[in-house]
């Protein structure tokens, strides 16, 4: 079976918890953030909770800008830790005024002593990513020759902070990542993978209509596809009978694990993410 790293565990409920402190981190040490400045981001949701997080404590204004999608419960705990919500049509494409990216590329230019700390292009988020997934699975899992890890795709690069930490990390150890990425989305490789009528989905939180400065795909050695059905099937087994609250993400990710463990020989292990909790679903 499938080894499971939890990360709605965190304290914001997300994958994206230590990605959006260390962004905050990295643009104070750089001397971009200071004291009363605003951070503002476009992002599916958890992003924005991690920032707002850090906005809360750090005394930051926090202005996040989310397509309509993207579920109430996000709207609520963002709203609860005092960020302001912009919401934008959800098939604006990501290059339209109109979008989240560029509605917040537009506040940006009109609110004074305001940042977007850029989770598709901050390599912030690639070391963060590393920290967070390969130590665990290398120290608590014994992660192992020939072993699988199972990654949803979507902004800020995990698979690819992941990867790229292996040469430090375990030199030796002989590892493949899988990328997981929605249909209707154009993350995968090769591109043939990625034809389809299909335009949009409802899993929140992974895949896009462009490929995001910091999402190295050549780090991934084998794609799956995987649709709404299979994602938010696998979510609910996941609760029903493992008593695992995730989200449909998640849902996407096991998908993926079950069908890539298929293919595992004996003394090998499989490690999926599961990057967030059902609570910003209901």
């Not at 004291?35 to 503002?40: Q, Y």
Request: aromatic share 6%; hydrophobic share 40%; glycine share 10%.
């Amino acid at each position: 079976l499938p080894v499971a790293k939890c990360e709605f565990f965190n304290a914001g409920g997300s994958v994206k918890d230590r990605i959006s402190l260390r962004m905050v981190e990295e643009a104070e040490r750089a001397g971009v953030l200071q004291p009363g400045d605003t951070i503002i981001e476009p992002t599916s949701g958890n992003t924005g909770i991690g920032l707002a997080l850090a906005a809360a404590v750090k005394g930051y204004r926090c202005v996040i800008v989310m397509p309509e999608k993207m579920s109430t419960e996000k709207v609520d705990v963002l709203r609860a830790l005092g960020a302001e919500i912009v919401r934008t049509p959800t098939n604006a494409r990501f290059d339209s005024p109109e979008s989240h990216v560029g509605v917040a590329w537009r506040l940006r230019n009109e609110i004074p002593n305001s940042h977007i700390l850029d989770q598709v292009r901050c390599g912030a988020g690639l070391s963060a990513c590393s920290e967070r997934g390969l130590q665990w699975a290398l120290r608590e899992r014994g992660l192992c020759w020939g072993a699988g890890w199972r990654h949803p795709c979507s902004k800020t690069g995990g698979c690819t902070g992941d990867r790229r930490a292996l040469p430090d990390r375990a030199p030796t150890l002989s590892l493949q990542i899988i990328g997981v990425d929605p249909e209707g989305s154009i993350l995968a490789e090769p591109e043939e993978l990625n034809r389809t009528e299909q335009t949009g989905y409802e899993v929140e939180g992974i895949g896009y209509d462009f490929i995001p400065t910091v999402l190295d795909r050549a780090v991934v050695d084998r794609w799956l596809k995987c649709n709404d059905e299979q994602s938010f099937a696998f979510a609910r087994m996941l609760i029903s009978q493992e008593g695992l609250l995730c989200g449909g993400s998640s849902g996407s990710a096991m998908a993926a694990a079950v069908k890539a463990a298929q293919d595992l020989r004996e003394g090998q292990r499989c490690v999926v993410l599961l990057p967030d909790s059902v609570r910003n679903y209901m």
